[in-house]
């Protein structure tokens, strides 16, 4: 699994960040990161999923 963040769409509201504390930070510029990649657990997964959900804006994708 790989979690994309599109950095033209993010806007830095942080919902993924409240939704994968584990996962996401909010940058310097105010953008959301990616804190990890590569094997997630299935919590991770699930979590990653979920902020996908959760964006406003689109902003995560997930390529599986």
Known sequence: MKVI???DKCCGYGECV???PGLFEIG????????RDGELSRLDAEM??????SCPVEAI???E
């Open 5 to 7: 963040i599109d950095p």
């Open 18 to 20: 409240v939704t994968a």
């Open 28 to 35: 310097d510029d105010n953008r959301a990161h990616v804190m």
């Open 48 to 53: 990653a999923r979920e902020a996908s959900y």
């Open 61 to 63: 994708d997930i390529a």
